[in-house]
Nanobody, 126 residues
Framework: QVQLVESGGGLVQAGGSLRLSCAAS????????MGWFRQAPGKEREFVVA????????YYADSVKGRFTISRDNAKNTLYLQMNSLKPEDTAVYYC???????????????????WGQGTQVTVSS
């Protein structure tokens, strides 16, 4: 199995940027497709973006398309989420998640992911 640890969250003003990281340990990182999800207070967890094991395929939620960029460095066992033009509605706990995959197909439902990090708080002030 794989262990995931997120970092990089914090408080930022609207319009600002943050870069989240998700460090993986355990099994070979490139075995896994990865995703970012978020959960705001009082709301259900929602899909943000996913990336295939190779990084060749990505899929973004409409709410973040054009503002967020997912990437991965398999040599460093790390997943990234570059968040630009942040809005107050982006405030949430952000989670990275993993599932074993050997295809370029990316998944967008939380139940399809097997491993989760503990989350990192992102707060965007207006």
């Amino acid at each position: 199995q794989v262990q995931l640890v997120e970092s990089g969250g914090g408080l930022v003003q609207a319009g600002g940027s943050l870069r989240l990281s998700c460090a993986a340990s355990g099994r070979t990182f490139s075995l896994y497709a990865m995703g970012w999800f978020r959960q705001a207070p009082g709301k259900e967890r929602e899909f943000v973006v996913a990336i295939s094991w190779s990084g060749s395929s990505t899929y973004y939620a409409d709410s973040v398309k054009g503002r967020f960029t997912i990437s991965r460095d398999n040599a460093k066992n790390t997943l990234y989420l570059q968040m630009n033009s942040l809005k107050p509605e982006d405030t949430a706990v952000y989670y990275c998640a993993a599932h074993v995959s050997s295809t370029e197909y990316v998944k967008t439902e939380g139940y399809e992911y097997d491993y989760w990090g503990q989350g990192t708080q992102v707060t965007v002030s207006s």
